[in-house]
């Protein structure tokens, strides 16, 4: 099976700052990956899917890309409200994976 | 409005049962693939079961293989979960999710709150 790891698996950024995060997958995916946020508490949100789509209603400070092995989260400018844990999920064929999850807080 | 809410959960033996439910109401439930996806306390997103609209098609991780088995009953617009020979590794909230297309893309656009399984001697 495709294994997903994510890195970092945490990390402190201020206000404002660009944020990315990365997802990789141990075989290519091409781009059948799906990112969600989890706020502390809450149930998972869809934020972009084919790697680079934003779900509707999602901010476009969030913004994904990449293909095959290698992806990527970028926040453009965090906020505090995107403090949550962020997954990533394989979908190209079961099983449909999910990663290992990124919290991100506010420094 | 798409709903979802799931019961059935609650403190189980190991080696027990258990059936979880998810009542779905707001969409056309019979057209979707829906999915069971579980999270064991401070743990990440587990990826449990799938199965499409008419059925025709089920997977399951293979953490489960054997033990669980997913169904769905269009007429009620409900899904299902039968959970047997429980382990303590299963203790978990168990979400339903709904597919975000008709067309079985396996990402997941509306989540219901969960139900916990605890399962303790």
């Known amino acids: 099976d495709i294994q997903m790891t994510q890195s970092p698996s945490s990390l402190s950024a201020s206000v404002g700052d660009r944020v990315t995060i990365t997802c990789r997958a141990s075989?290519?995916?091409?781009?059948?990956l799906a990112w969600y946020q989890q706020k502390p508490g809450k149930v998972p949100n869809l934020l972009i899917y084919g790697a680079s789509t934003l779900q509707s209603g999602v901010p476009s400070r969030f913004s994904g890309s990449g293909s095959g092995t290698d992806f990527t989260l970028t926040i453009s400018s965090l906020q505090p409200e995107d403090v949550a844990t962020y997954y990533c999920q394989k979908y190209n064929s079961a099983p449909f994976t999910f990663g290992p999850g990124t919290k991100v807080d506010i420094k | 409005e798409v709903q979802l809410v799931e019961s059935g959960g609650g403190l189980v033996k190991p080696g027990g049962s258990l059936r979880l439910s998810c009542a779905a109401s707001?969409?056309?439930?019979?057209?979707?693939?829906m999915n069971w996806v579980r999270q064991a306390p401070g743990k990440a997103l587990e990826w449990v079961s799938s199965i499409s609209g008419s059925s025709t098609y089920i997977y399951y991780a293979d953490s489960v293989k054997g033990r669980f088995t997913i169904s769905r009953d269009n007429a009620k617009n409900s899904l299902y979960l039968q959970m047997n020979s429980l382990r303590a590794e299963d203790t978990a909230v168990y979400f339903c999710?709904?597919?975000?297309?008709?067309?079985?893309?396996?990402?997941?656009?509306?989540w219901g709150q969960g139900t916990l399984v605890t399962v303790s001697s």
């Open positions: 075989q290519g995916i091409s781009n059948y």
């Open positions: 707001g969409f056309t439930f019979s057209t979707y693939t």
């Open positions: 999710a709904r597919d975000s297309s008709t067309w079985s893309q396996y990402y997941f656009d509306y």
